[in-house]
């Protein structure tokens, strides 16, 4: 204690300017008043120099931990791609000895959506793809997303798309991975309802749905939605699998036409 005494009494000026500076710089940055504010900001301009490296330093840091994960990503992406190769392999394989037919590659038509229909669920749009760019009657439909509609009218330059908010709409579609099959319907919005779907069968929240292989005018296996509530028909065997599809009916801009001849 007689130490610091001591230090205190031959160094008090130089404790006291101490203490009247941090007190100084204490009331100045817990004023408001804009004066203040102002040389603040100037002080700030003007000592901002000292952050860079600390900066610099931050940032390098956060692109070394950003780089890490990114290479983890990376690696298990690969990993799970080389899985998928090897299944693809294996596949084929399986199905040549099984003579199965091979799978077609489908082919699509982008086209631009020149008008939307006047109803107010907007059941129908009109596209600037027609005959002479090899569109059919009857054609699937789809989103960058999924399922929308099909084409249920073409003229050489034009056609129209029934969409899946139409309510007079069905589509065939099975439950992924129970291959549970079922009739898809418009409710709301983005919502639709999958019924005729068996009591028994496993379906549980978050599965995906697909096409079937029982659509006259899909091809099978593309996407359409995924499962958010399953709920139980009165005085009915059958569940009802309420679903949201994949894409965004109000907000459709390009869409793809299933080339039938591609």
């Known amino acids: 204690m007689a130490k610091i005494d001591l230090f205190l009494k031959k160094n008090l000026d130089s404790s006291v300017l101490f203490i ?3 007190v100084s710089f204490l009331l ?94 907007m059941s129908s749009v009109l596209l600037d793809r027609g005959l002479v760019d090899g569109v059919d009657n009857d054609s699937a439909v789809l ?11 073409v003229s050489d330059n034009h056609s129209g798309v029934q969409l899946v908010s139409d309510v007079n709409f069905r589509l065939s579609v099975k439950i992924i ?3 549970t099959e079922g009739i898809m319907r418009w409710i709301k919005s983005d919502i639709c309802e999958v019924v005729e779907v068996q009591t028994t069968s496993d379906v549980q929240i978050g599965d995906v749905i697909l096409t079937s292989n029982l659509s006259l005018y899909f091809p099978p296996n593309l996407p359409v939605g ?14 009802v699998i309420r679903m949201k599809l994949f894409s965004d009916l109000s907000t459709l801009n390009q869409l793809f036409i299933v080339d039938k001849e591609g």
């Open 28 to 121: 100045i940055f817990s004023n408001n008043s804009q004066k203040i504010q102002n040389i603040r900001s100037t002080t700030l301009d003007a000592f901002s120099f000292l952050y860079k490296p600390f900066n610099w330093l931050d940032n390098q840091i956060f692109l070394t931990k950003k780089l890490e994960v990114l290479s983890h990503e990376n690696l298990k992406l690969n990993l799970e791609n080389q899985i998928l190769s090897s299944n693809k392999i294996e596949n084929e394989r399986l199905r040549n000895l099984l003579k199965f037919r091979k799978r077609n590659e489908l082919n699509f038509i982008g086209a631009d959506i020149l008008s939307k229909g006047v109803n107010s669920n």
């Open 226 to 239: 995924e499962v958010i509530s399953i709920y139980k028909e009165s005085n009915s065997s059958n569940k």
């Open 177 to 179: 991975p129970s291959e």
């Open 143 to 153: 989103s960058s997303r999924g399922i929308v509609g099909k084409i249920v009218f």
């Open 20 to 22: 009247c500076i941090l």
